[in-house]
Nanobody, 124 residues
Framework: QVQLVESGGGLVQAGGSLRLSCAAS????????MGWFRQAPGKEREFVATISWIGGTTAYADSVKGRFTISRDNAKNTLYLQMNSLKPEDTAVYYCARRGQGAIATTIREYDYWGQGTQVTVSS
C-alpha cells in the first residue's frame, strides 16, 4: 500500500511563495513518476506538474510554467512543489499523486495513488 501525505499549504499574499511537500511511504518511491494536481472550489481537478522517476523529465501546466518548480528527493521519499509569484487564481487544494510507472503523464487517470490534499490560499 502507498501512502502520500502533503504539507506546506497555507495563506499567502499575491506575489508570495510556498513550498509544498509530499511524503511517500509504502512501496518503492524511486521507481515511479509523481505529479501535482489542484482543485479549486467548483472546478474540476487539474494537472499542475509532473516529474519522472529519476527526476530528469518534468512537465508543467501552461498556467504555472515559469513560476512553479517540481522536484523530488528519492533518498527521502519526498516530492516537492516550489511555488513562486503566486496569484489568487492559484488558490486550490493541492494533491500529490503517484503514477504506476516511471514516465511522466499529465492526465488524472494515469495516477493510481493520491494524497489527501493541502489547501493553498492566495489573497489579493
Amino acid at each position: 500500500q502507498v501512502q502520500l501525505v502533503e504539507s506546506g499549504g497555507g495563506l499567502v499574499q499575491a506575489g508570495g511563495s510556498l513550498r509544498l511537500s509530499c511524503a511517500a511511504s509504502g512501496r518503492t518511491f524511486n521507481n515511479y513518476a509523481m505529479g501535482w494536481f489542484r482543485q479549486a472550489p467548483g472546478k474540476e481537478r487539474e494537472f499542475v506538474a509532473t516529474i519522472s522517476w529519476i527526476g530528469g523529465t518534468t512537465a508543467y501546466a501552461d498556467s504555472v510554467k515559469g513560476r512553479f518548480t517540481i522536484s523530488r528527493d528519492n533518498a527521502k521519499n519526498t516530492l516537492y512543489l516550489q511555488m513562486n509569484s503566486l496569484k489568487p487564481e492559484d488558490t486550490a487544494v493541492y494533491y500529490c499523486a503517484r503514477r504506476g510507472q516511471g514516465a511522466i503523464a499529465t492526465t488524472i487517470r494515469e495516477y493510481d495513488y493520491w494524497g489527501q490534499g493541502t489547501q493553498v490560499t492566495v489573497s489579493s
